[in-house]
């Protein structure tokens, strides 16, 4: 099966996460493409393949004959897609040989590459688009469709000579549990690589420090009309608290290594009002001064207007990978090289998120990460291109192949 086809057959599945569930995986509806996923395994003839309780889905493409004692590599991906947007229902269109133009994603959407100036790279590719009503869930079910793909012809080709090869399939990435319940011994693999990137060519093996932040402001409701003195109004409360989280570290004016706090949600009445924050910064110390900033803003409100009116839960999500994966720089280079044998040009630069990786690779499984072909994730504006998708399937191919010399 092509690398397109099997992209198509997975985004048909809504697999999208939830930040307010409590269980693992975050939604059932996961389930039923990992599981899916391991019944195509088992159809290849992959070995070793299981489901766990978790959800999370192992296999093994065997090593060639005379090659079991070379490193065992492992390919990841994840199938949730993310919850800022709606993943059900989703009608990818092709556009063959894109002229490099703006692209008319229904009568009332339009994507312009005035606003998106990545799309000149792409011109003559063949691109695959959303119908502007969902995302199109490239991230990352990109990764998945290549990972997929490239153990497919791997299994076919036994002449092609390749050590011991683990694939690994996760849910709820996109709310940062993906690794919560992941078993790295039992998965076995002495190194890693996360198939979850954008642009073709990106490796990755820098990525933010990361926190979750939210802010609960209880107000005090009295009748309007003699509020004077007595009123605490939640939400006033909450927008203060807003305002004094500096503009300008917000996302949409940072780039490169410059972190932020990002507002993901805010909900208010008068007696109870929350905001939710991300915080990331690559820098460890930057990320330890804004956690720190957050928890001043906390102690002046207390002063302000009384302990308990509005209270911090600050929680830790992942580390920047940088410092696990540079003592392995073999993991990078040998990356390079299959992206170069691939085609294609390696672009090493920060991830300005995070994968799964970041948290594998300080669970003991060194995990940079690999492009997938998809650009901007998570709205109505995601969209891949069907050449960088087959690039991506060529450089795992290498890589597997690499790693046996």
């Known amino acids: 099966m092509l690398v397109k086809e099997r992209f198509y057959k997975y985004v048909a599945y809504d697999t999208q996460s939830s930040e307010e ?6 939604t059932d509806k996961q389930k039923v493409l990992l599981a899916d996923l391991a019944e195509e395994m088992r159809s290849l003839g992959m070995t070793e393949v299981e489901m766990d309780e978790y959800g999370y889905v192992m296999g093994t493409i065997p090593a060639t004959a005379g090659y079991e004692n070379k490193p065992v590599i492992g390919f990841i991906s994840h199938v949730d897609t993310s919850p800022d947007m709606s993943g059900k229902d989703v009608h990818p269109r092709e556009i063959p040989d894109y002229d490099g133009s703006d692209i008319a994603l229904n009568d009332e959407l339009t994507m312009r590459v005035e606003e998106f100036p990545e799309l000149s790279f792409f011109k003559g590719h063949t691109l695959i688009v959303t119908d502007g009503t969902t995302l199109l869930g490239a991230d990352d079910k990109a990764g998945v469709a290549e990972i997929m793909t490239a153990a497919e012809w791997l299994m076919s080709h036994p002449e092609v000579a390749h050590g011991k ?3 690994g399939f996760t849910p709820d990435e996109e709310i940062g549990r993906g690794v919560d319940f992941f078993n790295v011994e039992r998965f076995g693999a002495d190194f890693g690589y996360t198939v979850d990137g954008g642009m073709e060519g990106e490796l990755e093996f820098e990525n933010f420090n990361a926190a979750s932040a939210k802010f609960i402001v209880k107000g005090r409701n009295i009748h309007p009309g003699y509020a004077k003195n007595k009123m605490i109004n939640a939400m006033h409360v909450a927008m203060e608290v807003a305002s004094m989280l500096p503009p300008t570290q917000r996302p949409e004016h940072t780039e490169g290594y410059e972190g932020f706090y990002h507002l993901v949600g805010m909900k208010g009445e008068v007696e109870l009002a929350e905001l939710t924050y991300i ?20 102690k002046y409100m207390a002063e302000k207007y009384g302990e308990g009116v509005v209270s911090l839960a600050l929680k830790d999500q ?6 696990m994966v540079e003592p392995h720089p073999e993991v990078i280079d040998k990356a390079k090289k299959a992206m170069e044998m691939a085609g294609v040009v390696p672009i090493v630069r920060p991830i300005r998120g995070g994968t799964d990786g970041s948290r594998l690779s300080y669970m003991g499984l060194p995990c940079p990460n690999l492009f997938a072909g998809g650009m901007n994730f998570h709205g109505k504006f995601e969209y891949c291109s069907v050449q960088s998708m087959e690039r991506a399937m060529q450089t795992i191919i290498n890589l597997a192949t690499l790693w046996a010399e």
């Open 21 to 26: 569930s409590e269980s693992f995986p975050s």
């Open 165 to 167: 090869i683990r694939i």
């Open 279 to 298: 915080v990331r910064d690559h820098s460890r110390e930057k990320f330890e001064e804004k956690k720190e900033y957050l928890t001043r803003v906390e």
């Open 318 to 323: 992942y580390y920047n990978m940088r410092e």
